[in-house]
Nanobody
């Protein structure tokens, strides 16, 4: 079992930045592909970014490419999402997720463990 806890969300003005963290416990993160997802009110949960086990490969949704950066520190058992140039449409609950697989997948159903989420609100 892996327990995931997100932090770092909040209210920010458009154009601002936030850094989300996801702390893991239970098992070492290096065994898992990790991902960030988000869900806005009335919308389905969507893939934001993913990273392979050692951080050597990263993947982004087109909507966040070049603005968001995913990274991981396996020694600290922590996943990060640096979010820059935030837009109102980035407003959502952000979730981190872990999966026992070799490559990053974009479907939520591919992930085994989820955090409780952290709210990000971007004002215009």
């Amino acid at each position: 079992q892996v327990q995931l806890v997100e932090s770092g969300g909040g209210l920010v003005q458009a154009g601002g930045s936030l850094r989300l963290s996801c702390a893991a416990s239970g098992r070492t993160l290096s065994n898992y592909v990790m991902g960030w997802f988000r869900q806005a009110p009335g919308k389905e949960r969507e893939f934001v970014a993913g990273i392979n086990w050692n951080g050597g490969r990263t993947y982004y949704a087109d909507s966040v490419k070049y603005r968001f950066t995913i990274s991981r520190d396996n020694a600290q058992n922590t996943l990060y999402l640096e979010m820059d140039s935030l837009k109102p449409e980035d407003t959502a609950i952000y979730y981190c997720a872990a999966a026992s697989m070799m490559t990053v997948k974009t479907k939520p159903s591919a992930y085994d463990y989820w955090g409780q989420g952290t709210q990000v609100t971007v004002s215009s």
